[in-house]
């Protein structure tokens, strides 16, 4: 029987004679080359026993109680959810029989037409001195927030790229993952210190505003004062689209789930051997998908906390660095290490991609479909933006950047695209 405790694995290699560990070997790593000794036909001593753990039964479910506040928003979440869901298959099914599939195509390709023809850059602003690591559009499309390595978070016109506020000295270390609350009144900014920070704005935002002080607040909601392990790296961050609830990756190999209303954590889970690179929520609200340098995806259902489907089949070979759900409700598109795009299609039992699509040259770093549906944007190390059709995967257009790209985004009505990377500036694409 191959050990499971990492103090049985190491006292098995010891046993045959071979390196308890090796340079750069997590635990992980270390019973995989157990099994491959045992594998090749080595045979552990008849005096070799493995502890048996008293919790090791394989009938036993494990769990941690979770408090009051974790089943109310479980109950919100199934509440919302289930409507959104009912409203999207209602919408699917009056397509499907009234929309005649050829009339549908024709103006599918006008549109894809009109969008090669349109779509051109219209401006660049420089952020900050340091790399512009993550971008986002405001609920409302007015504004955009881009994040910078020198730990702040900066506002722009969404029409005029000029300056609208600036939030300095948020982190101590490079900003990773921004995202704006649904409501459009908050802020949430991860970085390498390891916190999350939430950075509330006193008035609603305008424009117009742009010489106004800033009066908005930031409160650090993680790391509390009472956690006294060292937080790993904040990669990717989203605010629920139905609930006061905002989801984090990091370094640390979890994801966690934090009430901003009570400022309080909610939930974290494990489930990946590796750090965590990204997540996104469901359209719907109901799902959650977690990715990381293991080159693994994993579905969570976010009523229940289970794990409910794991993407490895027909997967990436390394890191995946950027997914997004389609609004379709059915297929994730990630993208990673391998330069690969990956297109999975929730309804297949067998959880294998149904399409590897070579879309840059180097690693891929964000991934946005738009709202529409029609269209996605992917961004990578190779400098290159790709606009690709949403039927049939086909590369549209593609942008060059002077350097690096890091992090896109698509505007609510779909017609505005944003980009930035290591030339530290914002690039402003539109139709």
């Known amino acids: 029987m191959l050990p499971t405790l990492d103090s049985d694995v190491r006292s098995a290699l010891r046993s045959l004679h071979h390196p308890i560990t090796l340079f750069g070997e997590d635990p992980s790593d270390r019973r995989q080359r157990l099994q491959t000794l045992l594998d090749s036909g080595l045979s552990l001593p008849a005096d070799n026993t493995v502890t048996a753990s008293p919790?090791?039964?394989?009938?036993?479910?494990?769990?941690?109680?979770?408090?009051?506040?974790?089943?109310?928003?479980?109950?919100?979440?199934?509440?919302?959810?289930?409507?959104?869901?009912?409203?999207?298959?209602?919408e699917q099914r009056r397509q499907y029989l009234t929309v005649n599939p050829t009339?549908?195509?024709?103006?599918?390709?006008?549109?894809?037409?009109d969008l090669k023809s349109k779509l051109q850059l219209q401006g660049s602003q420089m952020v900050s001195n340091r790399f512009t690591s993550a971008v986002k559009f405001s609920p409302d499309d007015k504004l955009i927030a881009a994040a910078s390595w020198d730990g702040g978070c900066y506002l722009f016109d969404s029409e005029t790229l000029e300056l609208h506020d600036e939030f300095k000295g948020l982190h101590s270390d490079k900003v990773s993952a921004v995202d704006w609350m649904p409501s459009g009144g908050m802020i949430a900014t991860g970085g390498g210190d390891g916190r999350v920070v939430l950075t509330t704005l006193s008035a609603p935002v305008e424009p117009a505003a742009a010489k106004a002080p800033s009066t908005a607040t930031s409160t650090t909601i993680f790391p509390s004062v009472s956690d006294s392990s060292p937080p790993g790296r904040i990669t990717s961050l989203q605010f629920h689209p139905s609930s006061p609830l905002l989801a984090s990756a990091s370094y640390d190999l979890t994801w966690r789930l934090f009430d901003v209303t009570k400022m309080t954590q909610l939930y974290y889970q494990e489930g990946h051997s590796k750090e965590l690179t990204s997540l996104r929520i469901h359209p719907d609200g109901s799902l959650l998908a977690s990715a990381g340098l293991d080159a693994i995806a994993r579905i969570w259902d976010l009523r229940t906390g289970r794990s409910i489907a794991t993407l490895q089949n027909n997967g990436h070979i390394k890191a995946i660095h950027a997914m997004d759900w389609r609004p379709n409700g059915y297929q994730l598109i990630t993208g990673g290490s391998d330069n690969n795009l990956k297109v999975w299609d929730l309804r297949r039992s067998d959880s294998a991609a149904t399409e590897t699509l070579v879309a840059h040259s180097k690693v891929i770093t964000g991934i946005k479909v738009a709202p529409n549906d029609k269209y996605m944007v992917t961004c990578g190390y190779d400098g290159y933006l790709n606009v690709m059709s949403c039927d049939n995967f086909v590369t549209l257009k593609r942008f060059k950047n002077v350097d690096k790209l890091m992090c896109c985004d698509v505007s609510g009505d779909s017609e505005k695209v944003i980009g930035g990377g290591w030339d530290r500036a914002l690039k402003l694409w539109s139709c």
């Open 55 to 90: 919790s090791s039964s394989d009938d036993e479910e494990f769990f941690t109680p979770g408090p009051d506040d974790l089943y109310v928003a479980r109950t919100i979440i199934a509440d919302s959810s289930l409507l959104k869901a009912k409203q999207r298959i209602a």
């Open 103 to 113: 009339d549908n195509l024709l103006l599918r390709r006008s549109y894809y037409a």
